[in-house]
Nanobody, 128 residues
Framework: QVQLVESGGGLVQPGGSLTLSCAASGFTLANYAIGWFRQAPGKEREGVACFSGSDGSTWYPYSLGSRFTVSGDNARNTMSLKMNNLKPEDTAIYYC?????????????????????WGQGTQVTVSS
């Protein structure tokens, strides 16, 4: 069965840190590019990170600064998103997704143009 399962969400105080995990089954994450997204109530879904399974390249939106870091663990077939200095506006449901890796065909971008697999999401709440 092909699936992605996120974990690690929860309640954290402003300024705190949280690490989300994305575990894959039924396929090998290293053969794909991974995107992390979030969606807050009443807002559109936005991308917060991408990771290339082929060469480890990463992408983050400028608005996040250096607060988020994405990494992969090929041995465990998982991806992680470490989030530091969390703010109340980071509150959202966070999703991971896997799609064809553009870096495998020599493209300059890291994020896939489409995603084949999505996780169910994990809630992150930043509040005092």
């Amino acid at each position: 069965q092909v699936q992605l399962v996120e974990s690690g969400g929860g309640l954290v105080q402003p300024g705190g840190s949280l690490t989300l995990s994305c575990a894959a089954s039924g396929f090998t994450l290293a053969n794909y590019a991974i995107g992390w997204f979030r969606q807050a109530p009443g807002k559109e879904r936005e991308g917060v990170a991408c990771f290339s399974g082929s060469d480890g390249s990463t992408w983050y939106p400028y608005s996040l600064g250096s607060r988020f870091t994405v990494s992969g663990d090929n041995a465990r077939n998982t991806m992680s998103l470490k989030m530091n200095n969390l703010k109340p506006e980071d509150t959202a449901i966070y999703y991971c997704a896997a799609g064809p890796d553009p870096r495998r065909r020599g493209a300059g971008v890291v994020c896939p143009g489409q995603y084949n697999y999505w996780g169910q999401g994990t809630q992150v709440t930043v509040s005092s």
